[in-house]
C-alpha cells in the first residue's frame, strides 16, 4: 500500500527575540508570571516587512535539502496559517514563487493551531489516492500581526516562526513495521466558535481583528480532545501508548502539555516540548518541535511519534507517524 513517508524537516524562527522582561516594559506583567502560568520564556517575532510566506519559504528550503529533493520535485504544496499575507491569493502560491515550485497544487488550509495535523492529513490523502507524489506541508505564522499588545492575557502566548516536512509517497508492506503516516483524526467542534477567536475578518469587520480567548474554557478542552485524538490514532493502527516513542503536542502551554502527558501516562522525557524558547506559534509549533526533535538526535529513524494539536473553532487533530 501507499505511504506517506516523511523525508525532511525544517524550520525558520525569526532573528527578534523578545523575552518575558521586555514584554513587562509594555504590558502589566512579569517574567514570573508568564512562567508559572505558560512555561513561556520568550518569543520571536517577524521583521518589519517580514511576511509569513518568507518564513514558510525558510522552513521549506531546509526541509528539502534535508530530503535532498529540488523545489521542481514537489508537486503539492499546502500552507497551514491562520495569518495569510493576503485575503488571496493563497500563501501556498506565494511559496511556489519564491522557491520555484510549480505548475502544482497549492492552497492554504486554516484551521488555526491543529492546521499543521489537518494539513498532514490533507495530504496523506492526496498523495495515497496518486494526486501527487511529493508534497510540502509547511505551518507558517505572524500572530504578532493579530495581538492586542495591551491584553496580558494573550499577547504573552504567541509568537512568530514557521516549520516544514516533506511527505512523499512509497510503497510499504502494509505491516506494522510500515514508515510514514500511520493514522490520522480530525474532528471540530463549532459550538466553541467564541473563546478561541479574531475579532475580524473581510467579511465581518473589514479589518484584521485581533486574536481573543477564553483561556479557562480552552485549557480544559485541549487538555480532553489532545489526549482523545492521540488515543484514537494510536488506537486506529493497533498501538497502544506504550509503542510510542515520542509525543509532539501543540506548543501551547506547558501546564497543558503535561496535563496531556500526564493522561496519557507518558513519562515525561517522552514528551518533546519547545514552547519555553518560541511560545504559541499556532500552525507552526508542531513542525518546529518536531524538528528540534530531529536536529538534536531525539527523533529516529524507525520511532512511533504522535503529533496532535487543537485550536479555534474549537478544531483538533492528531497524525501518528512512524518516522
Not at 31 to 49: P, V
Not at 62 to 75: F, H, I, K, S, T
Not at 92 to 111: E, N, Y
Not at 272 to 288: F, G, Q
Request: charged fraction near 25%; include cysteine.
Amino acid at each position: 500500500m501507499l505511504r506517506s513517508v516523511v523525508r525532511g524537516v525544517g524550520a525558520y524562527l525569526p532573528a527578534q527575540v523578545v523575552t518575558n522582561e521586555e514584554l513587562s516594559r509594555r504590558v502589566d506583567t512579569s517574567d514570573e508570571w508568564i512562567r508559572e502560568r505558560t512555561g513561556i520564556e520568550r518569543r520571536h517575532l517577524a521583521a518589519e516587512g517580514e511576511l509569513t510566506s518568507d518564513l514558510a519559504a525558510n522552513a521549506a528550503r531546509v526541509a528539502l535539502q534535508r530530503a535532498g529533493l529540488r523545489p521542481q520535485d514537489v508537486e503539492l504544496v499546502i500552507v497551514a496559517t491562520a495569518t495569510p499575507d493576503h485575503t488571496f491569493p493563497a500563501t501556498a502560491t506565494a511559496v511556489q514563487r519564491k522557491l520555484g515550485i510549480g505548475p502544482g497544487i497549492a492552497f492554504d488550509l486554516q484551521a488555526v493551531c491543529a492546521g499543521f495535523a489537518y494539513g498532514l492529513a490533507t495530504a496523506d490523502n492526496f498523495l495515497r489516492a496518486g494526486q501527487a507524489r511529493t508534497a510540502l506541508v509547511i505551518g507558517a505564522e505572524t500572530f504578532s500581526r493579530i495581538l492586542d499588545w495591551e491584553d496580558r492575557g494573550t499577547c504573552v502566548l504567541f509568537g512568530d516562526g514557521a516549520g516544514a516536512v516533506v511527505l512523499q509517497a512509497e510503497e510499504q508492506a502494509g505491516a506494522r513495521g510500515d514508515r510514514g503516516l500511520l493514522a490520522t483524526h480530525l474532528s471540530a467542534d463549532g459550538r466553541h466558535y467564541d473563546d478561541l477567536y479574531v475579532d475580524g475578518g473581510p467579511s465581518s469587520t473589514r479589518t484584521t481583528g485581533h486574536l481573543r480567548m477564553n483561556g479557562r474554557e480552552v485549557f480544559r478542552y485541549a487538555v480532553a480532545e489532545l489526549a482523545g485524538a492521540a488515543l484514537t490514532v494510536l488506537d486506529k493502527a493497533g498501538y497502544g501508548t506504550g509503542d510510542l516513542d515520542w509525543l509532539v503536542p501543540h506548543q501551547a502551554n506547558k501546564r497543558i502539555i503535561d496535563a496531556v502527558g500526564k493522561r496519557l501516562q507518558l513519562p515525561a522525557d517522552k514528551v518533546i516540548v519547545t514552547v519555553d524558547r518560541h511560545a504559541n506559534t499556532s500552525a507552526a509549533s508542531i513542525p518546529l518541535a518536531l524538528n528540534e526533535g530531529v536536529e538534536d538526535g531525539r527523533i529516529r529513524e524507525g520511532d512511533l511519534v504522535v503529533a496532535n494539536a487543537m485550536g479555534g473553532g474549537f478544531a483538533w487533530g492528531a497524525a501518528l507517524i512512524r518516522w
